[in-house]
């Protein structure tokens, strides 16, 4: 069965950075496109960022866009999110996605938090 298990979530301070990461596994990874979302208490599902199958191609959220990079590796069915400059309104919990942003999936990781507090 389909599973997407984050990790690397946690405090930071205003200007700080994390590194997310979502283990995937039951299904070929390396087909593919793969996503991050978040979600902060009291406010709707934004999709984050977006990266193709290959990796040729990423999406981000103008809220992020400069300041969060995703990658992946395929040979180690490996999501991951490089969140630099971070600010407190990235306070949120973080999950991974199967499909890309905005895509109708089942297949949903149960997410990491991520507190961005001084």
């Given at each position: 069965?389909?599973q ?79 969140m ?20 109708s ?14």
């Open positions: 069965q389909v997407l298990v984050e990790s690397g979530g946690g405090l930071a301070q205003p200007g700080g950075s994390l590194r997310l990461s979502c283990a995937a596994s039951g299904f070929t990874f390396s087909n593919y496109a793969m996503s991050w979302a978040r979600q902060a208490p009291g406010k709707g599902l934004e999709w984050v960022s977006g990266i193709y199958s290959d990796g040729s191609g990423t999406y981000y959220a103008d809220s992020v866009k400069g300041r969060f990079t995703i990658s992946r590796d395929n040979a180690k069915n490996t999501l991951y999110l490089q630099n400059s971070l600010k407190p309104e990235d306070t949120a919990l973080y999950k991974c996605v199967k499909g890309p942003p905005g895509d999936t089942d297949y949903w990781g149960q997410g990491t938090q991520v507190t961005v507090s001084s």
